[in-house]
């Protein structure tokens, strides 16, 4: 590897920051800033500046490790490590068939990885039961955008629009926390004379940046935005020439908000009716407006109804596919975007594609080498997948999440896996699921190797290779490729990231995630290119697109694709929204430029046209009662990632938040009889877990937080209830009862 500075991105969240690395003696890397990449211009995090730290081998796996007869992990050679995985998913496969085998991916493996993985269930182990983390992130806002829009692209244009907003509702996000850097964006359009709106049950970090405050009670996320749209309405707000023209399935929509008249509504969230009227005023004046959300509102056994709730008060008024105006999703994972478009979902193929499409499963097919009917159908979501363990699924490939910590109802959950015939995780360091495998392979992670992903914003990137990877360890792809081998499939499964991509490019060709127009040096030469892009007409796609279209022209994947293209995507040369970014976003001659901004035009619906959604409230799963009768959410610290599993093992992270806690307001303490650092128990009705109490007014008396970042004892998912949204089949992580009990010290 050189030994200059190579320009790359953060491994953590979906910002994916931009940072420079330089490799240093011990065989990490030095972090330094990279002012050239337009997201964060240089500014980093704590997690994303102190990354190169999981890169030690102090903390990492170097080794293969499979469990002994005496039940002990102990290191072992490649060879026989993936022997093992291949003998045990064959065996398990010839008693029950390929449907007891489970894959689960994650949102922050790169697109060629996520894409790996898809093709492997499907072709090599032939099993449809396939799902990934992204399911408990993202999806609840995923579908409710396909339903309006046609389409699901977190944010619909560049963070670069915020600041030129007229207002801002933050629903549900702790940006300042979850993504530091682009707290930026929110500072620029106060500085700018837009209004910001944060609606959280706890005054965060965020929300003290916020003109007004809203803190509903958890989970009434969806009332809360009825209540708004019916003032939008009585206020004779709406946008009726936008409605008319740019929307269908108004009228059902506006009856449904009706009902939700604003007494009864601060009745059910706790948000008085002139804070409800401050919120309409704000959001209406200006000319132009955003409704941005995050996991409060859509961790929710409602998420979907939620988000669309919130996208319908943004159609009532007009505010979305125009300059500056919309609605748009904060996706979490660093590969969250990029994650869910290529194929580790249960019912999806790459583009974006549905499973359930014949026409997508003949372009895929073709694409792969393989007869379409081969392609199993959708299977189930992730945590219907850890949860069928002993019934159905019997052994799991695990790569990029930590289910352990991070799903509903941890305890079941572990309690399934330790149940499995078979477990193998690969894993950069012994996270707590993979320290229930049977087998544990070591991979190479971020700096260690080349691949894309894709941000929050739809911005395709590449991630740069800057140094060797330790001894011992292997990438994913050369996992998945070696397994492949061993169980019959020589080609067809590359380790070379960009011939994968290349591969990628021709899947996602003409569908609605269409990459076929992106190429590794484009990216690097264009720092990022946003999706859809694609190839000119003659380009790589043209093989297997003609293909297609002399079989079967009447459905075709490929045409249908070209369609939603035209129609969808368009890129407008003088739209108003593009000033002063001209030269990135024409890009170079007989290309096309990417998409920062999409539906300006047209929504990407067969009719063009944004659809309402008619939702009305409902409880969550589990109300308060006199047994359980806090609520409780959950949620992120700035100085932990996820499951912790990469931060914990970072001193200068730990000090900063050394472990869990229980936030609670000083009234419902004192009832309670606890003072500041006290352990608190929580107890709900799938477990009991113990963290110090934090004493503030920050939070609603009636509610409790807890971050999840931790395993054992403070294990905030012990308590979480699985209730899960009829649609996106998202967990309701952000609300569910609890009591509370002093413990002795
Ligand atoms: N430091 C750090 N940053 C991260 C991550 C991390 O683990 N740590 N993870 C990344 C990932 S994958 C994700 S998904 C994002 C998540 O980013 P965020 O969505 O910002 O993170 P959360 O803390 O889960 O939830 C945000 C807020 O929702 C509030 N909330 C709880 N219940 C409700 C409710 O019912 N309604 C409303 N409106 N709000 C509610 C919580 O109080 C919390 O402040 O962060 C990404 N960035
Ligand atoms: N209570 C509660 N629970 C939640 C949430 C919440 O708000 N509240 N949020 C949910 C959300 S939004 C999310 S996204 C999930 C996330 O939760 P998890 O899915 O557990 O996510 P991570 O902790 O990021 O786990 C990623 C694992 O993959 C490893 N890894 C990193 N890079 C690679 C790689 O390239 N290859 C391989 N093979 N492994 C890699 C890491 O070391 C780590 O062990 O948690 C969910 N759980
Ligand atoms: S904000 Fe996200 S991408 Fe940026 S440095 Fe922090 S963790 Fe990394
Ligand atoms: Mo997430």
């Known amino acids: 590897m050189q030994n200059t500075a190579t320009p790359t991105h953060c491994p953590y969240c979906a910002l994916q920051c931009g940072m420079n690395l330089t490799p240093v003696p011990g065989g990490t890397v030095e972090v330094s800033e990279r002012a050239d990449f337009p997201v964060n211009r240089g500014a980093l995090c704590g997690k994303g500046r102190t990354a190169p730290e999981v890169l030690s081998s102090r903390v990492r796996l170097t080794s293969p490790l499979v469990r002994s007869a005496a039940g002990e992990l102990e290191p072992a050679s490649w060879e026989r490590a993936l022997d093992r995985i291949a003998g045990e998913l064959t065996s398990v496969r010839s008693a029950y068939g390929a449907d007891a085998l489970g894959v689960f991916g994650g949102g922050g493996l790169t697109n060629e990885k996520a894409y790996t993985l898809g093709k492997f269930a499907r072709v090599v182990l032939g099993t449809s039961q396939i799902d990934y983390n992204g399911r408990f992130c993202m999806s609840s806002a995923a579908a409710a955008g396909m339903k309006a829009f046609g389409l699901d692209r977190g944010l619909p244009f560049p963070l670069e629009d915020i600041p030129r907003t007229g207002c801002v509702i933050l629903v549900g996000s702790n940006l300042a926390e979850t993504m530091p ?195 199993p159908g959708p299977g189930r979501s992730a945590y219907e997948l850890l949860d069928a363990r002993g019934t159905d699924i019997r052994a799991l490939l695990l ?231 806090v609520l409780l959410t959950t949620g992120r610290v700035v100085a932990q990632y996820q499951s912790g599993a990469q931060t914990r093992r970072v001193d200068e992270l730990n000090a900063a938040a050394p472990g869990p806690f229980v936030q609670l307001h000083p009234r419902l303490a004192a009832r309670l009889g606890a003072a500041e650092g006290d352990p608190v128990a929580v107890v709900s009705r799938r477990g009991r877990a113990v963290a110090p109490a934090r004493i503030t007014t920050d939070i609603r008396p009636d509610t409790v937080f807890m971050p999840f970042h931790w395993p054992g004892e403070g294990r905030a998912n012990t308590l979480t209830n699985p209730a899960l949204d009829p649609t996106s089949r998202m967990p309701e992580f952000k609300a569910c009862a609890v009591r509370l009990e002093t413990v002795e010290p």
């Open 181 to 375: 850097p682009a707290l930026r964006y929110l500072t620029e359009l106060k500085a700018n004379g837009g209004t910001l709106i944060v609606v959280d049950p706890r005054r965060t970090r965020t929300a003290e940046q916020a003109d007004l405050h809203l803190a509903p009670r958890p989970g009434t996320d969806l009332a809360l935005a009825l209540g708004l749209l019916h003032l939008v309405v009585a206020e004779g707000r709406t946008d009726e020439a936008y409605v008319r023209d740019r929307t269908s399935g108004w009228e059902d929509a506006r009856a449904a908000a009706m009902a939700h008249w604003p007494e009864y509504v601060e009745r059910i969230t706790g948000v008085s009716v002139p804070e409800l009227r401050d919120a309409v005023r704000m959001f209406c004046e200006p000319e132009t407006a955003m409704v941005l959300t995050a996991r409060g509102p859509e961790q929710q056994s409602k998420g979907t109804d939620t988000v669309g709730a919130w996208i319908n008060l943004c159609l009532a008024t007009g505010r979305a596919g125009r300059p500056y105006s919309g609605y748009g999703c904060l996706t979490g994972q660093g590969n969250g975007q990029g994650g869910r478009e290529h194929g580790q979902k249960a019912d999806q193929l790459p583009g974006y594609r549905k499973l359930t499409d014949p026409a997508a499963r003949r372009h895929v097919a073709e694409v792969w080498g393989v007869d379409p009917d081969s392609l």
């Open 399 to 629: 790569m990029g999440s930590n289910p352990v910590v991070s799903a509903p109802r941890a305890a079941h959950v572990e309690e399934r896996i330790r149940s499995l015939d078979f477990l193998a995780v690969c894993d950069v360091v012994l996270s707590e699921t993979a320290a229930l495998a049977d087998v544990v392979l070591p991979v190479t992670q971020w700096a260690e190797e080349t691949g894309t992903t894709t941000n929050l914003e739809g911005r395709v990137l590449l991630r740069r290779q800057a140094i060797t990877p330790p001894e011992g360890v292997r990438s994913d792809l050369e996992v998945l490729h070696e397994l492949a081998a061993l169980l019959g499939v020589e080609k067809g499964f590359s380790t070379d990231p960009e011939e994968v991509f290349e591969e990628l490019r021709r899947a996602s060709a003409g569908g609605p995630a269409d990459y076929s127009g992106i190429t590794y040096r484009r990216l690097a030469e264009e720092n990022g290119v946003f999706w859809p892009c694609p190839a000119p007409a003659a380009e790589p796609d043209a093989d297997t697109c003609e293909a297609d279209a002399a079989r079967a022209p009447e459905t075709d994947a490929c045409e249908a694709g070209a369609d939603a293209e035209d129609a969808a995507f368009d890129v407008l040369p003088d739209d108003p929204a593009r000033d002063g970014d001209a030269e990135r976003e024409t890009g170079p001659a007989g290309v096309h430029p990417g998409t920062p901004r999409l539906f300006l035009d047209r929504f990407a619906t067969q009719d063009g046209r944004a659809r309402f959604v008619p939702v009305s409230h409902r409880a969550i799963a589990e109300e308060p009662d006199e047994e359980y009768p």
